[in-house]
Every structure is written in structure tokens, then in C-alpha cells.
């Protein structure tokens, strides 16, 4: 990803549940290897929008895109770019942690002699 295309971009993004507002008009830039963090109290909105984020959910409105891929309209070049561990993921509570990247790399069709460098690299 260049250092010219924002890691992530988010215009006007909105996520409503009938009445109730998860999200209200989000407006935010993070650059390519900037460490950005999500803080605030439980019922904030991170969860919902790492959810938007990763396209696990779509936005009531705005637009997100992820290093120059609309989330919506160009999901899984945008996917390609994230990596995202939910904070529970409760399909895979049998997996020891080094087991769970083997799995995820391959699921990303990393070249199987580059998954053990790959999983070195995260863990």
C-alpha cells in the first residue's frame, strides 16, 4: 500500500438498528502505518465499526474504504488488506493460538512454505 493512499478512509458512516443509533456520522482517517487505537466506554461504537469495517455489516450511510477499496462495492479487495480477530470467535475456541494464524493464513491463500514465517511474524 503506498504511503499517498490512507489506510483507512470513513465519510459520514452511519449504523442505526431501527431507533437505535450504534454509530452517527463517523469521520476519520488513518495513514498507512499510523497506531491508532479505538478507546471509549462499552455501547461507544468500536465494535460496530470494526464490524463496518472488515464488512461483517454494512452502514445505514457514509462510505469506508480501506487502502483505496470501497468496503461495500470492492469487499474482498478490501478484506485482502485488513486482518481482523474478532474479540470472541467461538468456532474456534479448540485451536491453540499458533493453530488459529496456520488457519488464517491459509484462508488467505498464503503460499503454504510462507505460512510458518507468516505465523512467526504475528505471534
Known amino acids: 500500500m503506498s504511503d499517498a493512499v490512507p489506510a483507512?478512509?470513513?465519510r459520514g458512516v452511519s449504523k442505526r438498528y431501527g431507533p437505535v443509533v450504534a454509530l452517527d456520522d463517523l469521520d476519520l482517517d488513518i495513514?498507512?502505518?499510523e497506531v491508532f487505537c479505538l478507546l471509549g466506554p462499552n455501547g461507544s461504537?468500536?465494535?460496530t465499526f470494526m464490524r463496518l469495517l472488515?464488512?461483517?455489516l454494512s452502514p445505514t450511510?457514509?462510505?469506508l474504504r480501506v487502502a483505496g477499496f470501497?468496503?461495500?462495492r470492492e469487499a474482498m479487495q478490501a478484506r485482502r488488506q485488513i486482518g481482523y480477530a474478532p474479540e470472541s470467535a467461538p468456532l474456534y475456541r479448540?485451536?491453540?493460538v499458533g493453530e488459529f494464524l496456520t488457519f488464517m493464513a491459509r484462508l488467505r491463500l498464503v503460499p503454504g512454505t510462507q505460512v510458518p514465517e507468516a505465523v512467526q511474524?504475528?505471534?
Open 8 to 10: 483507512v478512509v470513513a
Open 31 to 33: 495513514r498507512s502505518g
Open 45 to 47: 461504537g468500536k465494535t
Open 54 to 56: 472488515s464488512g461483517f
Open 61 to 63: 450511510s457514509g462510505t
Open 70 to 72: 470501497d468496503v461495500q
Open 94 to 96: 479448540h485451536m491453540r
Open 121 to 123: 511474524r504475528v505471534a
